[in-house]
Nanobody, 126 residues
């Protein structure tokens, strides 16, 4: 079992930056594929970004490419999402996700994962 806890959400203005963190605890969390999803008001949960364990491959949704950056610190069992140039449409609850396989393919192709955090709210005001 892996427990994920997000932090770093809050209220910011459009154009600001924010960094989310996701701390993983439990067995071998550092070897998992990690990712971020979000769910905005009245929308379905969507993939935002992911980073694999084996080769550090990263992937981004088109809507956040060139603005967001994902990284991971395996020694700290933590994954980060640096969000720059935030827009009002980035307002959502952001969820951390983990995949036991170490890859992010399921996150990309089926928007699913083995473990989920409770989420952290990001609100971007105009």
């Amino acid at each position: 079992q892996v427990h994920l806890v997000e932090s770093g959400g809050g209220l910011v203005q459009a154009g600001d930056s924010l960094r989310l963190s996701c701390a993983a605890s439990g067995r071998t969390g550092s070897t998992y594929g990690m990712g971020w999803f979000r769910q905005g008001p009245g929308t379905e949960r969507e993939f935002v970004s992911g980073i694999s364990y084996s080769d550090g491959r990263t992937a981004y949704a088109d809507s956040v490419k060139d603005r967001f950056a994902i990284s991971r610190d395996n020694d700290k069992n933590t994954v980060y999402l640096q969000m720059n140039s935030l827009k009002t449409e980035d307002t959502a609850v952001y969820y951390c996700a983990a995949d036991r396989s170490g890859s992010i393919e399921r996150m990309l192709t089926r928007a699913t994962a083995d473990y989920w955090g409770p989420g952290t709210l990001v609100t971007v005001s105009s």
